[in-house]
């Protein structure tokens, strides 16, 4: 897989694409990007200016942020459930 264009160039060819000056096809030729490069990046733009439902990347970060943490919890109560379990078996009476 290549390596990610950088932010600014990503920025670049939106706002040269939003202009609507020129065909996208003409657009992704000329900066040397694939026509369904091109649209997913007005895509993701159009979702970061709020003009398009869908997660922004800040929301994205968050929601991935969350689930580690509900994923550590998770284990960590699992550690204490068992071990509640195993000291409450060592704690009773006949054994």
Not at 25 to 44: M, P, R, Y
Not at 71 to 91: F, G, I
């Amino acid at each position: 897989m290549p390596a990610p264009y950088p932010k600014e160039f990503r920025d670049d060819v939106v706002a040269v694409a939003r202009q609507g000056q020129a065909p996208l096809s003409q657009i992704a030729k000329d900066f040397g990007i694939s026509e369904g490069t091109l649209s997913n990046w007005l895509k993701k733009a159009d979702i970061e200016d709020g003009h398009r439902p869908g997660l922004t990347e800040a929301d994205r970060a968050e929601l991935r942020e969350a689930k580690k943490r509900i994923r550590l919890l998770e284990q960590e109560n699992e550690v204490l459930r068992r071990a509640a379990a195993y000291l409450s078996q060592a704690n009773l009476p006949g054994k």
